[in-house]
């Protein structure tokens, strides 16, 4: 059974020290050291949470196998709030994006939304068609379905006035308006993207790369190179 109270979802967000390589060694120790905790109580509630923490650095290490094994073991524990289902199935789409199992992907992340709509779990709805967008129609080449999700992951974002959300769908609809030819569709968000980046940041780059994109289309190979650089 899923719990979907609101004042019980447990807050999962990223550890901030996933950020820096130097500090991963870190971070999945004292992940392992709080999973190990959980199991000793046998608290099914901190059991998840520590699953999916350990699951997520394990995912950040390439290491798709264990990350699989471990979301897969949130999802066999019962009566936990709906929040760390979603999260679980978040991680085994990333899995199964990051190696090529495409219809595997596109499934778990529909589980994932479908889930977080129900809860009203927004960041994870949001992940979900953002993941949909660049983890399964952006690879397979279905760019007007990459379009499709992510402007819904953004209409999301918007209503619930979650700015910090709207990068990532900004990049895949730069992208995927880029590809298709819709030259004017792509500055706009381009634009849109680079009032709300921070400079030096991920989205800074994919920004620079798809405006050096632009140039070299138009034959100004100078501006597009040190766009690249």
Same mark, same amino acid.
């Given at each position: 059974?899923?719990?979907?109270?609101?004042?019980?979802?447990?807050?999962? @967000?990223?550890?901030?020290?996933?950020?820096?390589?130097?500090?991963?060694? &870190?971070?999945?120790?004292?992940?392992?050291?709080?999973?190990? =905790?959980? @199991?000793?109580?046998?608290?099914?509630?901190?059991?998840?949470?520590?699953?999916?923490? &350990?699951?997520?650095?394990?995912?950040?290490?390439?290491?798709?196998?264990?990350? @699989?094994?471990?979301?897969?073991?949130v999802l066999s524990l019962n009566s936990l709030p709906g929040a760390l289902y979603a999260d679980a199935w978040h991680i085994l789409a990333n899995c199964s994006s990051s190696t090529g199992?495409?219809?595997? =992907?596109?499934?778990?992340?529909?589980?994932?939304?479908?889930?977080?709509?129900?809860?009203?779990?927004?960041?994870?709805?949001?992940?979900?068609?953002?993941?949909?967008?660049?983890?399964?129609?952006?690879?397979?080449g279905e760019f007007d379905l990459a379009l499709q999700a992510d402007e819904e992951a953004l209409e999301i974002a918007s209503k619930h006035n979650r700015q910090d959300l709207f990068l990532f769908p900004l990049v895949t609809i730069a992208i995927a308006s880029q590809v298709t030819g819709r030259r004017t569709r792509a500055e706009e968000t381009l634009d849109r993207l680079d009032s709300l980046i921070l400079?030096?940041?991920?989205?800074?780059?994919?920004s620079l790369c798809l405006r050096g994109n632009l140039a070299f289309l138009d034959g100004d190979r100078e501006t597009a190179q040190a766009l690249y650089q």
């Amino acid at each position: 059974m899923v719990s979907s109270g609101t004042s019980s979802r447990p807050q999962i @967000e990223e550890d901030p020290a996933l950020d820096a390589s130097d500090e991963i060694g &870190v971070a999945l120790q004292r992940a392992l050291k709080a999973l190990e =905790t959980a @199991e000793s109580q046998r608290d099914p509630l901190s059991l998840g949470v520590a699953l999916i923490r &350990v699951a997520r650095i394990r995912y950040r290490l390439c290491q798709y196998e264990t990350s @699989e094994k471990l979301a897969q073991e949130v999802l066999s524990l019962n009566s936990l709030p709906g929040a760390l289902y979603a999260d679980a199935w978040h991680i085994l789409a990333n899995c199964s994006s990051s190696t090529g199992h495409y219809s595997q =992907t596109e499934a778990a992340y529909r589980h994932e939304a479908d889930l977080a709509r129900e809860i009203g779990y927004h960041r994870a709805h949001i992940a979900a068609l953002h993941g949909l967008a660049g983890g399964v129609y952006i690879p397979c080449g279905e760019f007007d379905l990459a379009l499709q999700a992510d402007e819904e992951a953004l209409e999301i974002a918007s209503k619930h006035n979650r700015q910090d959300l709207f990068l990532f769908p900004l990049v895949t609809i730069a992208i995927a308006s880029q590809v298709t030819g819709r030259r004017t569709r792509a500055e706009e968000t381009l634009d849109r993207l680079d009032s709300l980046i921070l400079p030096g940041s991920v989205a800074h780059g994919y920004s620079l790369c798809l405006r050096g994109n632009l140039a070299f289309l138009d034959g100004d190979r100078e501006t597009a190179q040190a766009l690249y650089q």
